[in-house]
C-alpha cells in the first residue's frame, strides 16, 4: 500500500526553468492538496483539489500551477521557477469517513532555486 | 478568516518534565483541529484530533471552545518526543490551515 507518492524528493533548479512535482496516491481519496513548508512559517496551503477536474486555490497560489484529470494524480507545476520558491514541498490527501477526516503526507520534495 | 497561532518557535524541556505545547485559534464556525508530528527526516503525521478525544504516545489535547484554544500535553516527556509539532485547523472537506509550529526538544 504504497498510500500518498510524490517525486522527485530533491531537486534543483535555475531562476526562470519549469518543472513538475508529481503526487500520486492509490486510496482512491477525492481531495488532495499541496503545501510549502518553510522555517518559522509552517505549512501554507499552495492548492488543494476537491476531485477530478476541480480545483481552487490556497494561501499562497502565485507562481504555481496544479490540474486534476484523475483521481489519482495532482502534479503541481512551476512554470518559472524563483529563489522564493525554494522549499519543501509536500502533497496531502484526505480520508473522510465516520469520525471525520484524516490526512496523509507525502514524503516531501525539497526544492533550491538558484 | 481561519487561523492557528502557535506561540512558542521552540520548547525545551527535559526527560520527564511536564511537557504543554500551545496553539490558539480563530475559526467562525464549529472547529475540527488536529496535531500533526514530524520527527526528524520523516513525513508529517496525524497525532491527534480532538473529535476522536484520545491519548496517543502519552499526549492529550482539549479542545477549550472559550479561550479557543487546543493546547498539547503530556505529562513525562520522553527523547523521543523530540521533533516538530503543527496544530491545524480543518477548513471544511478541503484543507487544513497549520499553525507555524514549535519544535520541542526534550534533552536527557
Known amino acids: 500500500n504504497a498510500g500518498v507518492t510524490q517525486t522527485p524528493k530533491f531537486q534543483v533548479l535555475k531562476t526562470g526553468q519549469s518543472m513538475t512535482l508529481q503526487c500520486a496516491q492509490d486510496?482512491?481519496?477525492?481531495?488532495m492538496s499541496w503545501y510549502r513548508q518553510d522555517p518559522g512559517m509552517g505549512l501554507r496551503l499552495i492548492h488543494y483539489?476537491?476531485?477530478?477536474?476541480?480545483?481552487d486555490q490556497g494561501e499562497v497560489p502565485n507562481g504555481y500551477n496544479v490540474s486534476r484529470s484523475t483521481t489519482e494524480d495532482f502534479p503541481l507545476r512551476l512554470l518559472s521557477a524563483a529563489p522564493s520558491q525554494t522549499s519543501v514541498y509536500f502533497c496531502?490527501?484526505?480520508?473522510?469517513?465516520?469520525?471525520?477526516?484524516?490526512?496523509?503526507f507525502g514524503s516531501g520534495t525539497q526544492l533550491s532555486v538558484l | 478568516a481561519q487561523r492557528v497561532t502557535q506561540p512558542e518557535k521552540l520548547l525545551s524541556v527535559f526527560k520527564g518534565a511536564p511537557v504543554e505545547l500551545k496553539c490558539n485559534y480563530s475559526y467562525s464556525g464549529s472547529p475540527e483541529l488536529f496535531w500533526y508530528v514530524q520527527y526528524s527526516r520523516q513525513r508529517l503525521q496525524l497525532l491527534l484530533r480532538h473529535i476522536s478525544r484520545e491519548s496517543i504516545k502519552g499526549f492529550t489535547a482539549d479542545l477549550n471552545k472559550g479561550e479557543t484554544s487546543f493546547h498539547l500535553k503530556k505529562p513525562f516527556a520522553q527523547e523521543e518526543d523530540s521533533a516538530m509539532y503543527y496544530c491545524?485547523?480543518?477548513?471544511?472537506?478541503?484543507?487544513?490551515?497549520f499553525g507555524s509550529g514549535t519544535r520541542l526538544q526534550v534533552q536527557p
Open positions: 491545524a485547523l480543518f477548513m471544511g472537506r478541503r484543507a487544513l490551515t
Open positions: 496531502a490527501s484526505t480520508w473522510t469517513g465516520h469520525g471525520g477526516e484524516k490526512l496523509f
Open positions: 483539489s476537491v476531485g477530478a477536474g476541480i480545483t
Open positions: 486510496m482512491n481519496h477525492e481531495y
